[in-house]
């Protein structure tokens, strides 16, 4: 179909609001679209309970060990560096999980769980390191967490303890306190058992990305895009390498490549019973798909009642505001067009075989070989390891989603993207790959995109780029990983003709 030249009023621009919209709109005749991203503050409960706040799950078969794959779950966050005296934990009162799905049926059937304890040394200072801690068993890091982590099989109801306790690695307090953090972040990793490691500790956000979206739409005039707003916060994070057969149904990855992931908390209530309360796979599906009535149920929803929120899939309240704001015509409802790959995975990728049950989940096919040079745009950019199939640290999910809307799928390649490309601080290339946290020493832990040598862009050319020849009254587009099926789908299905 033939896309009318932009006008004034309808420009070239098309940015990936919040990390990515699970809701989709375009010109008629862009075809499907696509995004995803990070899961912050995304409901109303969660967000005055930080500790239990999932914010992003990756999943990926490990780069140096192709045998295993890599599952990466992250809470907490928005942690200030410098956030003390009482730096940040993770909850002792809750259940950190990560669940497999290896049978498409949208119920567990593996779940790795973390559970937290606090330990002090002394109670007579304010002090969380009375002294340079040299290592994890120093004396003089005052407050520290230990952690317990079990395998569960809902088959077989056996739980298998893989870490009885290890240490957390802290939170990075500052170069006076922690000369060497890099030291104590190697005594957390820890291999418990063969083709097995696992970490606990606090990380760098891995997200990169513009969040101002919420101030109507990047300013209402585009005016506020090109930083990255994550940069130099951290969270609570948790890394873990264990062998593909343990996640793969019939322990068989050869034969059963498939697992589809979510990460949930649950948290002890005051009558002993313990209430899931938060919930993310595929993120962004509570922030902008469910409306606010339903945010903090959806939190509690398990996989197998997805379906009710269908309706908020084919009727999406994105395409309203930005027909207010931007003056773009919303499409016609019902959005039949906008076809789940959340829902059922992508085929020819990482579709399971056999019944599915539709439901939200991150999935990944662990037969794909390891890319020896990642394309941080995953599947578009030719690379069928990178994003949707899981999701690694560098992938970059917003520029995924500005290229396909401009119609890199429909025949108009392109190289827009939103001006922030990577993590402003660097991944490491061996387990747990996570950045180092910020230091709370440093005085300016979150530096602009246009201070950033990576970025290497200030706000204006990062709007240059994302929209050359940009309008003052430009057309915004929203987009979401809800109709990417149609569209990877497709690419996926050409490149193997």
């Known amino acids: ?265 649950q948290k002890k209530s005051t009558n002993g019973k313990w209430v899931q309360v938060s919930r993310l796979g595929n993120p962004l599906v509570n922030e902008v798909v469910i409306p606010l009535k339903l945010k903090d149920a959806f939190n509690g929803l398990k996989p197998t009642g997805d379906a009710a929120a269908l309706k908020y899939v084919t009727n999406p309240e994105l395409p309203k505001l930005i027909e207010a704001v931007y003056g773009i015509e919303a499409p016609k409802t019902p959005r039949n067009d906008l076809v789940s790959v959340f829902l059922t995975g992508v085929e020819g990728l990482n579709m399971p075989k056999g019944k599915i049950t539709p439901s939200e989940q991150l999935r990944l096919n662990m037969s794909t070989p390891v890319t020896a040079t990642p394309n941080r745009l995953g599947v578009i950019g030719g690379d ?27 025949g108009s390649a392109n190289d827009l993207g939103d001006g922030v490309d990577n993590n402003d601080t660097a991944f490491s290339g061996t387990f747990p790959y996570l950045a180092l946290p910020a230091s709370g020493s440093n005085a300016d832990p979150h530096p602009s995109a246009g201070a950033s040598a990576k970025q290497s862009a200030s706000k204006e050319s990062a709007l240059q780029r994302v929209v050359p020849g940009r309008q003052s009254s430009a057309a915004f587009v929203g987009v979401g990983l809800l109709a990417l099926v149609g569209g990877i789908g497709g690419a996926v299905r050409r490149r193997k003709a």
């Not at 994550?230 to 609570?236: E, I, S």
């Not at 069928?384 to 999910?397: A, H, I, K, M, S």
């Open 1 to 265: 179909m033939k896309r009318s030249r932009p006008t004034k009023r309808h420009g070239t621009i098309a940015l990936a609001c919040t990390g990515g919209l699970l809701t989709a709109v375009g010109f008629a005749g862009l075809g499907p679209l696509a995004a995803t991203a990070s899961s912050h503050r995304e409901a109303p409960l969660i967000s005055g309970t930080p500790q239990y706040d999932g914010t992003d799950l990756y999943a990926f078969r490990s780069p140096e060990a192709q045998k295993t794959v890599t599952l990466v779950a992250n809470w907490l966050p928005f942690e200030e560096p410098a956030g003390g005296p009482n730096f940040y934990s993770f909850a002792t009162d809750a259940q950190y999980d990560i669940k497999i799905d290896n049978n498409a049926d949208a119920k567990p059937d593996v779940t790795f769980r973390w559970t937290f304890k606090d330990h002090y040394v002394t109670g007579d200072t304010f002090l969380a390191a009375t002294g340079p801690v040299t290592s994890l068993a120093d004396k003089d890091l005052n407050f520290y967490q230990t952690y317990k982590l079990v395998r569960i099989n809902h088959k077989t109801n056996n739980v298998k303890t893989v870490v009885k306790k290890k240490r957390v690695a802290p939170s990075n307090i500052g170069k006076a306190s922690m000369p060497n953090y890099a030291a104590l972040r190697a005594q957390a990793t820890t291999v418990p058992a063969k083709g097995v490691k696992s970490f606990a500790g606090q990380a760098e956000d891995p997200f990169f990305l513009d969040l101002r979206v919420f101030d109507l739409l990047y300013g209402g005039d585009l005016s506020e895009a090109g930083d990255d707003t994550l940069a130099g916060f951290n969270v609570q994070s948790v890394a873990l390498q264990v062998p593909q057969k343990w996640v793969a149904k019939k322990n068989n990855p050869k034969k059963n490549p498939i697992i589809g992931t979510w990460t949930t908390t």
């Open 384 to 410: 069928t390891q990178g994003f949707p199939n899981g999701r690694r640290l560098g992938d970059d999910v917003i520029d995924i989603a500005l290229q396909v809307v401009e119609g890199e799928l429909v």
